[in-house]
């Protein structure tokens, strides 16, 4: 009966209900041992998607009651017979009906075998397969929704749709190359070079979304960076909507950073506020400075801000140097005691900017304005498709290389053989990035991240 697994398939915690699942060719022959169902059910016999009210057992001492649901295969999650014991929740409850289910047959489900089975018996693709953790995963409206259509297949079918396009090319190639007797057109390299090319474009669209969906998902890292005493910290505050970070009138009050996850519209910033940027002679100071400047480099979004009431000083021009190459958004902050508005020397550098008060919150929704407009994610539609982690990346990203160098071979004249080849690759990352020939290793990797009982 080693075909059986069975997990704790909700939270190790307590909880008013706990379900263990049972998959496997003999679920049911293992669940009758240790669930005896109230009047004349039988789990051995009930239909699929029925459930049954009884006690649980552990030899003959009764240990909980619970409700079993029935999934027969081929119609469940695994696409095996798998029985679902909801138990009363609670860590030792259930690790002791584990337990007596264990003893009667079935073993322990590694990460994610529940899924891997689903993609085994063909219930899922391995991308759907990635999208259920996912959906798990999902901290924020966006990314649950970009989830739940990858798990309906709106990245799987953007990439069929891709692949099918280079299938009939390759087809057609093949046919011309194999059969020259017959009548097939035949094929001109020019007008395949601008079939490819659009090919192209559309996989460089799928890829540098790539980037706008991993910040949806896991949110922007965004750094509040400038002089000593400019507001940084009661901007951090004033988007954080609490006193997240100490705020008081003396230059170099924030040593550490300090961060805050904020949502601003559409977009999640993981936010660092840091140490004022000054030479100082004071160590601890000195430490904070040093990681304000590490932050600089790690963010994807710099929040540079400036002080109204005194003018730009050398500190402050070369922090403009630094951002104006990077995605950023200039902050000329104390509006509310200074009239001085130094914004051109931004605007000159293509930095967007915006002028606040942190103090009274007037231009906060200009701020926010701006961030959403700058990060670009308003461009982004989470059903559309979206590739969801490294793995497919990579394939992907494959894949658009050897299309780059089909075009390449086509424009200096090589074979149609030759090219066939090269399409075939890049077909073969496609596939390798829908799991249609994905190899058992790379299959085995993906469900190592799971987590137990899904
Ligand atoms: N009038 C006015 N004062 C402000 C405004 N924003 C911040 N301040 C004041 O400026 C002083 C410094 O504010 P902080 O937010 O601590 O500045 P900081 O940039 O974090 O300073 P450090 O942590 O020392 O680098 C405090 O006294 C704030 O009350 C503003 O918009 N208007
Ligand atoms: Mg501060």
Not at 261 to 274: H, P, Y
Request: contains cysteine; hydrophobic residues 45%; glycine residues 8%.
């Amino acid at each position: 009966m080693s075909n059986v697994i069975a997990a704790i398939s909700t939270a190790q915690a307590a909880a008013g209900i706990g379900v263990i699942r049972i998959s496997g060719d003999n679920a049911r022959a293992v669940a009758a041992k240790v669930f005896r169902a109230a009047g004349d059910k039988n789990i051995l016999t009930m239909p699929g998607y029925t459930a049954a009210y009884g006690r649980v057992f552990d030899g003959e001492e009764e240990i909980d009651e619970a409700v079993a649901l029935v999934f027969a295969a081929p119609k469940s999650y695994t696409g095996e017979d798998v029985v679902e014991l909801q138990c009363h929740g609670g860590m030792y409850n259930l690790k002791r009906v584990l337990r007596a289910v264990y003893k009667n047959g079935a073993v322990p489900a590694a990460p994610g075998e529940f899924t891997k089975r689903a993609v085994l018996n063909g219930k899922l693709s391995l991308t759907k397969a990635e999208a259920v953790m996912d959906i798990i995963g999902a901290q924020n409206a966006q990314a649950a929704r970009a989830a739940l259509s990858a798990r309906d297949g709106a990245i799987s079918r953007r990439i069929d749709a891709v692949m099918q396009q280079l299938l009939d090319i390759a087809a057609h190639l093949a046919a011309w190359a194999d059969y020259p007797e017959e009548d097939i057109p035949e094929i001109d390299p020019q007008n395949l070079i601008p079939q490819l090319e659009g090919i192209l474009e559309t996989m460089d669209k799928i890829l540098a979304e790539y980037d706008l969906g991993k910040i949806m998902r896991q949110g922007l890292e965004t750094a509040i960076v400038g002089r000593p005493n400019a507001g940084k910290s009661t901007i951090m505050n004033l988007l954080a909507g609490c006193e997240r970070s100490i705020v008081t009138s003396v230059p170099g009050t924030t040593r550490d950073i300090v961060e805050e996850t904020v949502s601003v519209g559409d977009v999640m910033l993981r936010i660092s506020d840091t140490a004022g940027l000054r030479d100082t002679d004071d160590p601890v100071e000195r430490i904070g400075v040093e990681r304000a400047r590490l932050q600089i480099d790690r963010a994807g979004l710099i929040l540079a801000v400036f002080d109204a009431a005194v003018p730009l000083d050398a500190e402050d021009l070369a922090l403009i140097d630094e951002i104006s190459p990077r995605t950023s958004v200039a902050i000329i902050n104390k509006t509310d005691i200074s009239d001085a508005d130094y914004s051109d020397v931004f605007k000159a550098k293509g930095i967007p900017v915006v002028m606040i008060s942190a103090k009274t919150g007037e231009g906060l929704d200009r701020l926010r304005r701006t961030i959403e407009e700058v990060v670009g994610l308003s461009a982004l539609n989470p059903a559309a498709g979206i590739l969801a982690n490294e793995r497919q990346f990579d394939a992907a990203r494959k894949a658009r290389q050897s299309l780059a160098e089909c075009i390449q071979a086509l424009r200096s004249g090589v074979t149609a053989d030759a090219v066939t080849v090269i399409i075939g690759e890049s077909i073969n990352s496609l596939a390798e990035l829908t799991g249609e020939r994905a190899s058992e290793a790379v299959v085995d990797r993906v469900f190592e991240h799971f987590c137990v009982g899904k």
